[in-house]
């Protein structure tokens, strides 16, 4: 691949947001801030473009993109929004939830997006900055997270320069970001709902807002240890559960286990999500063969977090 200047603008700066929509508009990818981790956004109705979200990141052409939407009424020009899916949106949106949803026959989105697949997922951004870009381009756009598939999701400009400098010609720099883990993606075929990905949005919130169970994903590809996808994967080795730390390891404390650098020293989940990845990155700074973690409670957040956990301590090359 060619390599290209990659321009880092302040997402505040006067006439970013139009800088960002002039380069989705000629058919470029801009490297952008949301709410839950940086996206590489392409117009989402440019074949082409998605097409360059793929061999950017090297991302396998089976794994479906999420189309980020400014409205639901936006969504619903592409998905079929039935009244579960719309009270979910109402309540979540914008935020950190995806929702999977059957195609309306014949949109306008190219099937690069969700890999042939019928369903479409859709999300509306938080993020002012991305939602702006959103609403100004007047059309959606795809966007999985800045980084080389299968590492560390990024969640600063700085993150999105190390994976993908030289790779995009635009990066908007709009800070930390405030959640730091991936959206929940459930989806939703009739009245069934199943959690594709667990995020901050919890099943109890879900199942709470639509008076419905929420299936769990089928698991069965990774229970097996072995068969365990790597995804988020450091440069180090990652240890789970560690209650302390071995001569060859840097520590990543929770709780009572304070570790060389910590998730959060008051257990708080939220806070630990926020700091996941920015801390991975740091332990893998810090050059050890092994990064270890400490338990992390498997509930609420806790459960988005040992997911992500779960792929980063996976063997390589699966
Ligand atoms: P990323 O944006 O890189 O965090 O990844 C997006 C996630 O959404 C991937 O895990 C995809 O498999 C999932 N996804 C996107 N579209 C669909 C879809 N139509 N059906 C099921 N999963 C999807
Ligand atoms: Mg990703």
Request: proline content about 6%; aromatic content about 4%; some cysteine.
């Amino acid at each position: 691949m060619t390599t290209i200047v990659s321009q880092i603008v302040s997402a505040n700066e006067d006439g970013a947001i139009h800088q960002a929509v002039e380069q989705l508009i000629a058919g470029n990818l801009v490297a952008l801030p949301t709410e839950t981790v940086y996206g590489l956004a392409a117009d989402a109705l440019s074949d082409a473009a998605v097409q360059q979200i793929y061999t950017t990141k090297g991302r396998p052409v089976g794994n479906p993109l999420i189309c980020h939407v400014a409205s639901i009424a936006m969504a619903d020009k592409y998905v079929v929004v039935n009244t579960i899916a719309k009270k979910l949106m109402k309540k979540y949106w914008p935020g950190p939830l995806t929702l999977v949803l059957p195609q309306r026959e014949n949109n306008a989105i190219p099937a690069t997006v969700s890999a042939g697949l019928q369903t479409l997922a859709v999300r509306c951004p938080a993020s002012d900055i991305t939602k702006s870009i959103i609403a100004e381009l007047g059309r959606p756009i795809a966007a999985p997270s800045a980084n080389a598939s299968g590492k560390l999701s990024p969640t600063s400009a700085a993150d999105v320069v190390e994976s993908l400098g030289g790779k995009v010609p635009l990066i908007l720099d709009g800070g930390e970001t405030s959640i730091g883990i991936e959206s929940t993606i459930i989806g939703i075929a009739g009245s069934n709902i199943t959690l594709l990905r667990p995020g901050t949005i919890t099943i109890d919130e879900i199942s709470e807002t639509t008076g419905l169970p929420v299936l769990d994903r089928d698991e069965t590809q990774i229970t097996a240890p072995g068969q365990l996808k790597s995804h988020y994967a450091p440069n180090a080795a990652v240890r789970l559960n560690a209650t302390s730390k071995e001569p060859t390891e840097t520590l990543i404390g929770f709780g009572e286990i304070t570790g060389d650098f910590t998730l959060s020293a008051s257990g708080n989940l939220a806070e630990a999500a926020q700091n996941l990845f920015a801390l991975l990155r740091k332990a893998d700074a810090a050059g050890t063969a092994t990064i270890a973690v400490a338990p992390i409670p498997q509930f609420g957040i806790g459960l988005a977090i040992n997911d992500r956990l779960k792929r980063a301590a996976a063997p390589r090359g699966l």
